[in-house]
């Protein structure tokens, strides 16, 4: 099984700050990871899919990056709403089975 | 809309049985691959099983294999999971996904792009 480990576990910053959140892959994954945002109370949210592409109706200021076991989400000016748990995501391919990270929580400082 | 129902949670006794629903809207059905995906409480998400557009493959975590099984009904737009000797383990919110891709086990990319709001699973005596 392919595990995804995420850090920082928690990340206290402010409004207006950049941001880097990491995923690193026990083995290598291609391109296939995701992102997803999730708000106390409400359902995950896709952000960012194959590494790189942004989902539909997802702000510009929402980046993803890497490839093989090392992946980056990037937010490159948090809003309020921003403040959140990310989770990576990726799909192996045998046998097909998915796993997810154990989550960056990003908290307004 | 587009949207994603779940119903069928309940709170049931170690060993016993219950089977979630997922009512799909908004989107053509059955062109694509099908998730349920679970939270235990003040935990992260954990991929429980995922079916292809045409039900013709389907897999599950090693946590449940041989217990839950996953199904579709196309013509209803429906998601189902049965889940059978429920374990304490079990107890989670499990939501419904839609894949953005037709297949669950194929090569390449593959993402959840919507989800629903979930139905609750607690398993306890």
């Known amino acids: ?109 | 809309e587009v949207q994603l129902v779940e119903s069928g949670g309940d709170l049931v006794q170690p060993g016993r049985s219950l089977r979630l629903s997922c009512a799909a809207s908004g989107f053509t059905f059955d062109e694509h691959a099908m998730h349920w995906v679970r939270q235990a409480p003040g935990r992260g998400l954990e991929w429980v099983s995922g079916i292809n557009w045409n039900s013709g493959s389907r897999g599950y975590a090693d946590s449940v294999k041989g217990r839950f099984t996953i199904s579709r009904d196309n013509a209803k737009n429906s998601l189902y999971l049965q889940l059978n000797s429920l374990r304490a383990a079990d107890t989670a919110l499990y939501y419904c996904a839609k894949d953005i891709t037709h297949y669950y086990d194929s090569s390449g990319y593959s993402a959840f792009d919507m989800w629903g709001q979930g139905t609750m699973v607690t398993v306890s005596s």
């Open chain 1, 1 to 109: 099984e392919i595990v995804l480990t995420q850090s920082p576990a928690t990340l206290s910053l402010s409004p207006g700050e950049r941001t880097t959140l990491s995923c690193r892959a026990s083995q290598s994954v291609s391109s296939y990871l995701a992102w997803y945002q999730q708000k106390p109370g409400q359902a995950p949210r896709l952000l960012i899919y194959d590494a790189s592409n942004r989902a539909t109706g997802i702000p510009a200021r929402f980046s993803g990056s890497g490839s093989g076991t090392d992946f980056t989400l990037t937010i490159s000016s948090l809003e309020p709403e921003d403040f959140a748990v990310y989770y990576c995501q990726q799909r192996s391919n045998w046998p097909p089975e998915y796993t997810f990270g154990q989550g960056t929580k990003l908290e307004i400082k």
